[in-house]
């Protein structure tokens, strides 16, 4: 988690880290009026137009009623588009906090600051997946 200020329009943006399964995501947060930028798109664009992943980046911001009152920058990569919007989420709250301490027990009764650690687990030799084994055959 880091802090810094950008010399071009003196306003302080703030960066946070989010992660899920392999998706990682880099989300710059600054006061403004609500702009959203994924790698570049609108959440529209980049997110497939799917309800449930914007309102997923969109609920740290109802979860402290900012709603439009910050400029959103994500940088992500890794991943499918579900494993990015989780991480994206977890950046943006993780960034409501350092930029005001009064947001975390918002959040964190709202399960936005907990990391999901679930991964995909392992390929076992013998098996045909991590689990799944091979059709047995009696004769």
Same mark, same amino acid.
């Given at each position: +988690?880091?802090?810094? #200020?950008?010399?071009?329009?003196?306003?302080?943006?703030?960066?946070?880290?989010?992660?899920? &399964?392999?998706?990682?995501? $880099? =989300?710059?947060?600054?006061? !403004?009026?609500?702009?959203? %930028?994924?790698? !570049? &798109?609108?959440?529209?664009?980049?997110?497939?137009? =799917?309800?449930? @992943?914007?309102?997923? #980046?969109?609920? *740290?911001? =109802?979860? #402290?009623?900012?709603?439009?009152? @910050?400029?959103?920058?994500?940088?992500?990569?890794?991943?499918? =588009?579900? !494993?990015?919007?989780?991480?994206?989420? %977890?950046? #943006?709250? $993780?960034?409501?906090? +350092?930029?005001?301490?009064?947001?975390? *027990? %918002?959040?964190? /009764? /709202?399960? %936005?600051?907990?990391?999901?650690?679930?991964?995909? /687990?392992?390929?076992? @030799?013998?098996? &045909?997946?991590?689990?799944?084994?091979?059709? @047995?055959?009696?004769?």
């Amino acid at each position: +988690m880091h802090r810094t #200020i950008t010399k071009h329009d003196k306003k302080t943006t703030f960066l946070a880290t989010g992660r899920r &399964k392999t998706a990682i995501a $880099r =989300v710059f947060l600054k006061a !403004g009026k609500g702009k959203f %930028l994924i790698n !570049g &798109k609108e959440p529209v664009n980049y997110l497939g137009n =799917v309800s449930d @992943y914007l309102n997923l #980046i969109q609920k *740290p911001f =109802v979860a #402290i009623q900012a709603e439009g009152k @910050y400029d959103v920058m994500a940088r992500v990569h890794g991943g499918s =588009v579900s !494993g990015q919007a989780d991480a994206i989420r %977890l950046g #943006i709250a $993780r960034a409501l906090v +350092m930029i005001n301490q009064a947001n975390k *027990p %918002l959040l964190k /009764e /709202e399960g %936005l600051l907990t990391r999901d650690p679930r991964d995909k /687990e392992r390929k076992k @030799y013998g098996r &045909k997946r991590a689990r799944k084994r091979f059709q @047995y055959s009696k004769r």
